[in-house]
């Protein structure tokens, strides 16, 4: 426990996302980070740092005039003597065509991607069914992710050894059914159990899925890793808009002390993002910027990986890798 509360005055258990890409800043300048999600809170902040420590960002969203907004904002705002530089591009996790789009104009650049930040992601209490009849937050959080991911990893291993993909994650994983019933994923309108559970899943699943990425990288000799970060409590952010009243009063007002700003709670994903590559552990879960053993063990169990892996072959779209 003690591991959280200080490594240094740059990159302690508070550490925001702008302090900890600074303290990397040598291995950030002129690198390419892609955000998804990043007009949300977190996505901001991860904007923010790497656009001012010379990075090239990648803003990933749905709405490109919300893309803009934040990008103006950003650099209105921003004081370093070398930052880098910002561009928006539109990418509907919910929408295949989307993604293939995305990947397709990122390929068209010929640059590298150092970084693959997979912050976007959805939280609700009433079931919604993407375009291809799946429960939304298994779509969203995870499937979609694959599929990004499997399409961008080209681009990801041209990086020069530095290359990484980044799972947002959360300790709510942790609180995923156990055994999981995989039998009822994705959710149907009766089986649907809103955050406490299908949320819960999705960043099960997530997290099973980044550990095999790092461990099938490896074995195949490519340096690209892939890890989870946990930004620990942030009250801000989107996933409290669906609990009740008195949670919502206890996080953002009786127990401040104990949970992040959203400038903070990004410093994880920053921190994963920038860090030496050497310095990474593949298919690591990190905490607050310190790694951790999987608050789910079965997380990185091959008998679990094995079932996750009939779920994917079965639902991903045609195109894309199959395990």
Known sequence: MSALLFWDNANNYRATALARVAHNKKAVGGKVVVVTGANGVQGRELTKAFYANGAHVIMAGRTLSKLEKVKADVVAKDDSAEPGTIECMVLDLSDYDSIDAFVKQLDGRRRPVHALINNGGIVTNTIQLSKYGHEMMFQVNFLSQVVLTEKMLPLIEEAGGEGRVVNLGTMSHADAPKPMDFNRIPSTEATFGGYDKDYCESKWLLACYSYQLSKRQA?????????????????????????????????????????????????CSAHVASVPIAELEGGGYYHSGVLHPPMRPDTTEESEWSKVAALLNKMLPPGVQTF
């Not at 000799?221 to 009740?244: F, L, N, Q």
């Not at 008195?246 to 903070?264: D, H, I």
């Open 219 to 267: 074995a195949k000799g490519s340096s690209v890793k892939s890890v989870v970060a946990d930004p620990g409590i942030s009250p801000d952010g989107g996933m409290w808009d669906t609990r009740p009243a008195w949670m919502r009063f206890m996080a953002r007002y009786v127990v401040k002390f104990l949970t992040k700003s959203p400038e903070q709670a990004a410093g």
